[in-house]
């Protein structure tokens, strides 16, 4: 390393062994702050000002600032005396530090709502490439080529009845000769020869794990030799001109078959081209991409398929087609291989697609400590529930609130918005002190659906509001004004935001939420009755989805989103759907499960559940607050 | 029945129970006209002049004319006796007849080379069809369409694994919803289903056998639903215009692959064409025709699948692909159902093609009585042959002779052909007289496969040739004469002749039908040596293909076409070919066994055979006289 930048009396060196990360960098800097370049996952819910103490870190070696009055409030004598330190209040003074982030204040987010949780499985694709010197044809041996070629590979295939698309056995003839009959055989399962490439081309082969969600399609590139994943691109869902929700798209597609055409026309054209820049970045042909697999919910699943999906938008929502289907690429118009295959999953239901399959795949929730539930949040959430002895499934429309619609500020996840906020009560001012994180650091521009759990909790917590969601009337604080009469609580100054006026949100606001909240918690508890356990004995929440990596678990407990259980058994594993697309590529026997479990899933349609509209009701009641949630509260206030 | 056109004195009744069929006629007409008219299959070598002997029928009742001088030395006195008599000789005087034909007078000839023996089979097509109410989607119950139709058959289909082609899914909806639920469900085998049509259908279910020949297209509609073949059609092979025979259609193709796609294109386009006008004749929908079943010899296989032949034409002759495909209609571009089946038959060798495996499968070579031989002879010809060990198949490149080309008077067997010849001397003019028989009974035009070996034979059996072909010296005969120095023998005068010439046979095309026979013969000859089996033992030879249908056989024996065996050994069936391939439209038990049977059969390349040479140049030669062979000629002389 050249020193003539770096000055070592003037840096020091802060190492994150965990993540594999060391950063040089000038002394005297907040440790937060360094850990935020190095991109380390921390939490940080009041983002920095030593009250939430979350950002809670194992600091060894080098010389930093005594611990402060918060920390010592904050961490035990135990936890100091081991050396954790909230990393907010350390500043590095010299040395080297070695820093470790424990479980519980590891922030479970990823960069990107393209990747999520990856369980590792072993390499089981579908796809076998066969290299083989085919015995030459002579007058003494007058196999026909494709005989030969089977003969030749009865060893690696079970051949007895391997079939081959007509437009693949024509240009065989040419390869064996032109390849002095040496040649790469590649065979779908034991089923179908769909290429047979001149040479020894065994490491290479490729697949493709698509999502497609409502709003984003996410591509990754799977390099089959090894099980790597060798880029990953994605691209807005084009058919948001035609609806920005799947009942909108559904709408429109019902209206004529040829608007379905468009919508499947559009999607599969932008599949496409994302597919085109993800091969052409990572320097690889499309005909050496062999399968793709591709989940998304049953709206996108119809529509990617040209199937009307008009029958979902009635009762009873049933879709036309549930089971595994495996499409020739080329029926489709996906640009991989000419004989490639596109392997779609199951789909649940109506309303539960595939994606919430791929989900359950991801974290194995047939073998995970039961009972365990999973839970997709959305527009539509789909929750899953393994009890032990069944799991069932529902779909609960949670609406657009969660997504920014709906509300006076609200927001989609986009670079501005307002996705963590923490609100205490500062006795020094005698007011409301709010502090937020907008995406990528910028002036806020509206609140996106984590920010709104956040602040109905805190204004929970702080008894602002009671547990109808109604403002308290006499609170005194320059923040609770009302606007177009309806109470409301300003989050953000005017001075403060991009768009120039204060961001606030207001009882109508809350109002929406509870209803959202409500739909999920009487999902979670409908599923819970049905499978005869208690919730209280969940051993695992898994929140999946791009929408939970922002959401805070505890504020989320608050406000009855989820159950009231130690969240520490909440595990936010992002877009896991694409996760288990990629489970399925990398291994049939995966995709053999994935089909079984898909079976196996009991959907329970809520309308039909005989307490439903008496448990959403009650649902949408804050909860209780618990001594643990007012513990924090009290922290705040201290 | 109305009397008033029918005189029953003046008219006599002649019944063919035998046939089913029942003639009202003026009397004193002579029986053959009769029989001819009724369009029994009765044999007339001679063409009716008393001298052959083989039209002997059996008569029971009415009164006749005594038997002639001709039926006495013809037939024996106890066939006399028991009623038997020539039907060239005996005039009908009154009364009813009743005749029966006995199997050696028996013409195994069809009317049409488009239909053949076949061989009943039960019915057990890959078809099926199910008529279902389906269970009414509700919020109780709400699986997906295609899950309640597969849940609802799974009686009646292994629906594990079942498949449905993404076209064939998008309407599945709307139909079982305007249906009221009930519908039939189509599946080919338990692997997918190709439609779900509304209400019961279940009485409409077709399939198409197609022989693709090299000069002609044949194609049978078949009633799935009970076996039964509604009708019968064919067009002349378009690619003709691209080459009369396998290689120059071949040679064609190599060119380029432009030429291919042009060969392959024109012949898709006349099977469609035939389809088109057999479903419109028969009345069929093209939506009800669910596959079609193909048989081709492997250049025709090739070019109807778009298969380049080039490799086919090169040492060592391989096919790209012998194993039998199931194709998409719509991937060939068949005009049956959209997702029907084209199911192509495996072909055995580059020159052994799908038609001679159907050939096989139609006579049941497998369980014949061993040893058996199967001849379809043509320009290129296939002999198979079960030993009772094994079955072994050779082809053989007879030659163009046999189908009209390189003689001087050849032509294919069309209107005006001469088909038939009967040679004999009459002492009383002191010269050769010549029967012939033309197809269609037209003045002759020119001399098609048959007639030459039948010309060959008579000439041979005369001692006009020697056993090398060649004319003696010395004969006076106003036949005998010398065109362009080439000893000729006229067959029918110029005044005879619809071209207004001599028609002859003259020393080079002997010469030609002799190398043609030879190609034959030693093919049969080497493959009984493979076998280890005397040709004497062989119990039965069945010869297929059109051109089978206007030999005789004993000459073929004199020229040592066929091996010499007894000629009730020998017996023609015609295009089975297309029974073949009907027998697998019907029943997928058979079609298995023809895949079986295709691997079985060990194919011979003769030109690697060890005395090759000295077998084909011994063939050449004239085989000897047989007393048999003698007597048949002494009796011409008589």
Chains 1, 2 share one sequence.
């Not at 799977?222 to 994605?234: H, K, R, V």
């Not at 993800?278 to 398929?305: C, P, Q, W």
């Not at 527009?379 to 949670?398: D, F, W």
Request: charged share 25%; net charge neutral.
């Amino acid at each position: 390393m050249s020193s003539s930048a770096i000055d070592m009396n003037r840096n020091v060196v802060v190492m994150a062994k965990q993540y594999d990360k060391t950063l040089i960098t000038i002394h005297n800097r907040v440790l937060l702050d360094v850990l935020r370049e190095l991109e380390i996952p921390l939490r940080s819910d009041c983002g920095g000002i030593g009250v939430c103490g979350k950002c809670k870190v194992l600091i060894t070696g080098g010389n930093s600032t005594q611990p402060t009055s918060s920390e010592r409030k904050l961490l035990s004598y135990k936890e100091l005396s081991e050396g954790y330190r909230l990393a907010c209040q350390v500043r590095l003074i010299e040395g080297e530090f070695e820093v470790s982030v424990p479980p519980e204040s590891t922030l479970q987010r990823y960069k990107s709502a393209d990747t999520g949780f990856e369980r590792p499985v072993p390499l089981l694709p579908a796809i076998k490439k066969i290299f083989v010197t085919l015995p030459r044809a002579s007058l003494n041996d007058t196999r026909a080529d494709f005989e030969r070629i089977v003969d030749t590979v009865k060893d690696f295939i079970n051949s007895n009845d391997i079939d081959i698309d007509i437009d693949d056995i024509r240009k065989i003839p040419e390869t064996i000769r032109n390849s002095d009959w040496k040649v790469t055989i590649v065979a779908w399962y034991d089923k179908r020869i769909i290429d047979v490439e001149a040479g020894d081309t065994r490491d290479s082969a490729y697949g493709l794990a698509i999502d497609i969600g409502t709003s984003k399609i996410v591509v990754h590139l799977i390099d089959l030799t090894n099980g790597s994943t060798i880029a990953i691109d994605s691209t807005p869902n084009p058919q948001a001109s035609y609806g920005a929700d799947i009942i909108s798209r559904l709408t429109y597609a019902l209206k004529d078959d040829e608007n379905l055409r468009r919508l499947q026309e559009v999607v599969i054209k932008a599949v496409n081209v994302v597919i085109d820049r993800i091969l052409s970045r990572a320097n690889v042909l499309k005909d050496r991409v062999y399968e793709a697999v591709v989940v998304g919910n049953t709206v996108m699943h119809h529509l990617f398929l040209g199937i009307q999906p008009k029958y979902l938008g009635y009762s009873p929502y049933v879709p036309t087609i549930a089971r595994a289907l495996s499409i020739r690429a080329k029926d489709l118009g996906i640009s991989i291989h000419r004989s490639g295959t596109i392997y779609v999953l199951p789909v649940i239901a109506g309303y539960v697609g595939s994606d919430a399959l791929a989900d359950a795949l991801a974290i194995d929730i047939e073998n995970c400590e039961a009972p365990c539930m999973l839970i997709d949040i959305g527009t539509n959430s789909e929750i899953l529930l393994n009890s032990g002895k069944e799991i069932i499934a529902c779909s609960t429309p949670a609406g657009p609130a969660f997504e920014g619609f709906g509300t006076a500020f609200g927001t989609r996840a986009v670079s501005g918005a307002i996705d963590q906020v923490f609100i205490y009560f500062d006795s020094s001012i005698q007011d409301f002190v709010v502090r937020y994180h907008t995406i990528g650091g910028e002036k806020p521009v509206g609140l996106c659906g984590s920010a709104f759990i956040d602040a109905t909790a805190h204004l929970y917590r702080l008894n602002i509001i009671n547990n109808r969601g109604r403002f308290l009337k006499g609170i005194k604080s320059k923040r609770i004004v009302e606007i177009n009469n309806t109470p409301s609580f300003i989050l953000a100054w005017s001075n403060e935001t991009k768009i120039g006026k204060d961001i606030s949100i207001d009882a109508k606001d809350i109002n929406e939420i509870l209803l959202a909240k409500a739909a999920i918690a009487a999902g979670i508890r409908i599923l819970a009755k049905s499978a005869n356990i208690d919730l209280t004995d969940i051993k695992k929440i898994y929140i999946a989805g791009s929408f939970g990596t922002y959401m805070n678990v505890e504020n989320a407990v608050t406000i009855g989103l989820l159950p009231s259980i130690d969240t520490k058994k909440v595990e936010f594993v992002g877009n896991i759907a694409i996760g288990g697309a990629k489970m399925c590529l990398k291994n049939t026997e995966i995709r053999r499960k994935a089909e079984e479990l898909a079976r196996r899933i009991k959907y329970i349609e809520l309308s039909t559940y005989p307490s439903f509209n008496k448990i959403f009701m009650e649902s949408i009641l804050l909860p209780q607050i618990t001594s643990r949630n007012q513990e924090s509260s009290l922290q705040n206030g201290g």
